[in-house]
């Protein structure tokens, strides 16, 4: 084989190895990223601060601004509290209604899977987009 072969093959190899830990490395810091944000969002120092940054307030208008995000977001955190509840309640039900029907081991197999769910990362493409099951949102304000 010519050196010139071998030192093609060298640096075509290199490069594939570069693409591959570049792909992992930029969907590992996108994946943190994701799971950041959504955290921030859960605190709640999310919505307000992105909310700040779409608007780009001017100086005079920040204080009103700030303010008026910071009431929604108490009235939205209370609304994700609520939907949580009535979540876990849904979810109770289910596995009450299950435990009657489904054997011992059905059973236990569907626990393990759904603790398995419960405690995997969200990935960013989990979200389907159209329309999302339940009834809208109340009013502001209720």
Request: hydrophobic share 35%; aromatic share 8%; no cysteine.
């Amino acid at each position: 084989m010519k050196l010139t072969t071998k030192t093609t093959l060298l640096l075509i190899g290199v490069l594939i190895i570069g693409i591959a830990i570049g792909s992992v490395a930029v969907s590992s810091y996108l994946r943190f990223n994701h799971i950041r944000k959504v955290a921030e969002f859960r605190r709640g120092e999310g919505f307000v601060s992105e909310m700040e940054q779409i608007i780009d307030p001017k100086p005079e208008q920040k204080e009103q601004i700030h303010s008026i995000l910071v009431r929604h977001n108490e009235w939205i955190q209370k609304f994700s509290e609520d939907q949580f509840r009535i979540f876990v309640a849904s979810l109770d039900t289910l596995n009450q209604e299950l435990s009657q029907v489904l054997t011992p081991e059905q059973m236990k197999h569907f626990e393990n899977r759904m603790e398995q769910i419960r405690n995997r990362p969200p990935k960013p493409n989990d979200r389907r987009p159209g329309h999302h099951p339940g009834p809208p949102p109340p009013p502001f304000g209720e």
